[in-house]
């Protein structure tokens, strides 16, 4: 199982970006997919997450600006970040978790995506 991300960039505070996520290579399901982050000298932590059947979960500091959503077609997860903010700058990672074929769990993560909010 193999997480792409995209959808980084250089922001000014108050504008937006998309962060896409594609789960790729034999799975028999997604438990649930999710997006964390990690700004420099913190530890890494959860963003946003939903769940197979659409349970969402978001951090306090991004209710309200930021939407997870998931393309089950294409075993895709976005994120759309919205009036972001300097503190929102960070890595981000999704992670995607699920049951492969022969019922083993997975549990993995892509290669972070750079999110820069400058003021």
Request: glycine share 12%; net charge positive; hydrophobic share 30%.
């Amino acid at each position: 199982v193999q997480l792409q991300a995209s959808g980084g960039g250089l922001v000014q505070a108050g504008g937006s970006l998309r962060l896409s996520c594609v789960v790729s290579g034999r799975f028999y399901s997604i438990n649930y997919m999710g997006w964390y982050r990690q700004a420099p000298g913190k530890e890494r932590e959860l963003v946003a997450r939903i769940t197979y059947d659409d349970t969402l979960t978001y951090a306090d500091s991004v209710k309200g600006r930021f939407t997870i959503s998931r393309d089950n077609a294409e075993n895709t997860v976005y994120l759309q970040m919205n009036s972001l903010k300097p503190e929102d700058t960070a890595v981000y990672y999704c992670n995607a978790a699920g049951t492969l074929y022969g019922g083993r769990s997975y549990n993995h993560w892509g290669q972070g995506t750079l999110v820069t909010v400058s003021s």
